[in-house]
């Protein structure tokens, strides 16, 4: 065997020693021995090496012929069968750990596998097991993490084999362990060109926040024994500058699938940090709706929806979520703001960009925040006309003054007088994207656009449907006239009686029968006493008054008890034009059961008067209430309600709603309540659907 040594490195001196230094030096290495666990064999061996160096760099002939080989290139020592393993003891010794595993582990290969149990093979598999962790160790020293990490595992792979030093086994596995952050940093900080070693960082990084049971170090796991959660933070907080947009947004979502809220939270920075830096509002509309499924305690959301509602040029939204925020001091500042609201939510959205979200990612580098670029391009100017058109929204128009001076070219319409609310959902911020298509993945079906067809064809239908009833009817109602003798007084007017009679009847019934109804117990009884007044003449002039008061009487009873089967029932409203009222009624019930289903009182069925969304949203806010071991004790009175606007498909109200709210553990355990003095301003909005008015959404400080 050939070593990559020389005899002044094999007894540790630099070629220029005298032979005092030499021989000072070779008695410290035999005095030295090392005391690892190898063979008394090897060991002898060894020291005999060593003295066969020492005297021959001592003796002046042999030196200088020695040294004379070395300036004509030789290189290596050559040892016999017998000192090969000592002469690799000596070499790592030397310091040349890296030169001493690579050539151990060959000499453990086959077919120079020692024999089973022999003193070589001990030796052999105890050397390489130290080479393999000090070349570890050198490496790490100068930053090459992966390949530190490469030299653990070889060793332990070699150990494994061999089924010998268990304990030194472990002994690596936990240097390896220990690595894994730096092994981590050091893939990541390559250039982005080494695709397969950033990918294969990634998917270690996935890994280590995965086995430590998220961000949050849920699991206990053997890494919490020399990583715990403060050195993980600042590990990740290095780590984190290093990952592209991309990579973040990949790996925050993942481990936001697997229940970590942190990730999540840091998933909806990404996705904000990517659609701006990148022009894609569409990922605007993935962060508010990630955002608002999480559940982070103490994390007041509402200013960080109103930043987006503000880049999607959605004002009057972003207004209201800045004044439904938690915290205070926002809001009076807001509110006590010298210039117009819009600017100051300008500068709190530009600031919290700048600060929270366009920071730590390594291929985002803005230097410079400006909002009047974003809306001055093109792909944002066309995505968001597309949502207007979708909608039927009109969207802030930006006309850039300064920096400082953020001012609207028109002022935006109220979103209540958006007829289409069957495509926009409000509250979930569910705003329709190009194509047609919900962010949710629904159709968008824009109802009053086909509204004056869907009337023409169903007004049809009713006349067919009506004939009809009036030949079934026509037996019935022929006794009805024979019993009150009308036939044999005058033929003519029996036609006349039972036109009329049939007619009310039949609208009746045809409207509850096919869900026609129209009107509620006003409009039809106004509407069927214009008809009767209208005939009133008639009657004067060929009926006598008793048989005026026989056809009236009967005709009063027909119409009352079809009228009974269409009136207001459960806060269901079928007229086309409903009164506040009616408007007032629904929205209690829609307050008591909300309130006695969120207190764990009762089950909420809501559906004929409450659109499905909302219905949702609020069994999910009671899910996570029972997840959270809480109820609420809601109390709310209507003081006053305004109708803003109203049209065929949608009507808005504003009202002054006096609201308390108290939060208590299941056990009845007080927590928190909450009081909005003098009342709590929100607006309800309704929408007309399958023929009758339903609570589409609200929004609270409006």
Not at 356 to 367: E, P, S
Not at 469 to 480: H, P, R, T, W
Not at 543 to 551: E, S, Y
Not at 567 to 575: H, L, M, V
Request: net charge negative; hydrophobic share 35%.
């Amino acid at each position: 065997m050939e070593l990559p040594l020389d005899h002044f490195r094999l007894i540790g001196v630099s070629p220029s020693a005298t032979s005092e230094e030499i021989l000072r030096a070779f008695q410290l290495r035999l005095d030295k021995t090392p005391d690892e666990g190898f063979t008394y064999e090897v060991l002898t061996q060894r020291s005999e090496l060593l003295r066969l160096t020492a005297d021959l760099l001592t003796d002046p002939d042999s030196r200088r012929d020695y040294e004379n080989l070395l300036l004509n290139g030789a290189t290596g020592l050559d040892l016999s069968s017998n000192r090969e393993v000592a002469g690799l003891i000596l070499l790592w010794e030397s310091g040349s750990s890296k030169e001493a595993f690579k050539i151990t582990r060959k000499a453990l290969q086959p077919p120079q596998t020692p024999a089973l149990g022999s003193s070589r093979e001990a030796d052999l598999t105890l050397l390489a097991a130290l080479t393999s962790r000090d070349s570890a160790i050198q490496e790490q020293d100068q930053r090459s993490y992966s390949n530190a990490a490469d030299f653990l595992q070889e060793g332990i792979q070699l150990l494994q084999r061999m089924g010998k030093l268990e304990e030194l086994r472990k002994t690596l596995e936990e240097d390896l362990m220990s690595l894994l952050p730096y092994r981590i940093l050091d893939l990541l900080s390559r250039d982005l060109n080494e695709y397969e070693l950033h990918k294969k960082g990634l998917s270690m990084l996935e890994n280590l926040i995965i086995k430590r049971g998220g961000l949050e170090g849920k699991n206990k796991s053997e890494y919490n024994n020399y990583l715990n959660q403060q050195e993980f933070e600042s590990f990740f907080q290095q780590i984190k500058p290093f990952l592209t947009v991309q990579d973040q947004i990949d790996l925050f979502l993942e481990l936001q699938k697997r229940g970590s809220s942190e990730a999540g939270f840091l998933a909806f920075l990404s996705l904000t940090a990517i659609g701006f830096a990148r022009r894609k509002p569409a990922k605007l509309f993935e962060a508010r709706k990630l955002l608002k499924k999480l559940n982070l305690s103490g994390l007041d959301s509402m200013p960080l929806i109103g930043c987006l509602d503000l880049l999607l040029a959605d004002v009057e939204q972003s207004s209201a979520r800045f004044l439904s925020s938690s915290d205070e001091k926002l809001r009076d500042w807001l509110n006590n703001y010298p210039g117009e609201k819009l600017e100051a939510i300008c500068i709190f959205c530009k600031n919290w960009l700048e600060n929270d979200v366009l920071v730590g990612y390594r291929d985002i580098d803005l230097k410079k925040i400006d909002l009047d670029s974003w809306f001055e391009d093109r792909e944002i100017q066309e995505f968001i006309e597309q949502i207007e058109k979708k909608s039927n929204r009109t969207v802030l128009s930006y006309m850039p003054q300064n920096q400082q001076n953020f001012n609207a070219k028109e002022s935006p319409k109220d979103l209540s007088k958006d007829p289409d609310l069957n495509s926009v959902d409000f509250e979930e911020g569910r705003l329709p994207l190009p194509g047609g298509v919900r962010e949710d993945g629904q159709e968008v079906i824009e109802e009053n656009i086909y509204t004056d067809e869907i009337i023409k064809n169903k007004s049809i239908e009713f006349y067919k449907y009506a004939i009809e009833k009036i030949a079934e009817l026509k037996f019935v109602l022929g006794e009805v006239l024979e019993k009150y003798k009308i036939i044999n007084k005058n033929p003519y007017l029996t036609y006349l009686y039972a036109f009329l009679i049939l007619f009310a009847f039949g609208l009746g019934v045809g409207l509850v029968r096919n869900n026609f109804k129209k009107s509620l117990q006003d409009q039809e009884i106004n509407e069927n006493t214009i008809s009767i007044n209208e005939n009133k003449n008639v009657f004067n002039e060929v009926l006598n008054q008793d048989d005026k008061k026989k056809v009236l009487d009967n005709s009063r009873i027909i119409l009352s008890e079809n009228i009974e089967k269409i009136s207001f029932s459960g806060g269901e409203i079928r007229t086309a034009s409903p009164s506040l009222e009616q408007i007032e009624n629904l929205i209690n019930i829609w307050l008591n059961n909300k309130s006695d289903f969120l207190s764990g009182n009762s089950e909420i069925n809501l559906s004929k008067i409450v659109q499905n969304d909302l219905i949702n949203r609020l069994k999910n806010e009671r899910q996570l209430d029972i997840k959270k071991g809480i109820i609420k004790d809601i109390n709310t009175d209507i003081e006053n309600i305004v109708l803003l606007t109203q049209t065929a498909s949608r009507i808005a109200v504003s009202v002054d709603l006096k609201y308390t709210e108290k939060i208590l553990k299941t056990d009845g355990e007080f927590i928190n309540e909450t009081t909005f003095t003098p009342f709590l301003k929100v607006k309800y909005i309704l929408g007309f659907s399958n023929n009758s008015w339903k609570l589409v959404d609200y929004i609270s400080g409006v």
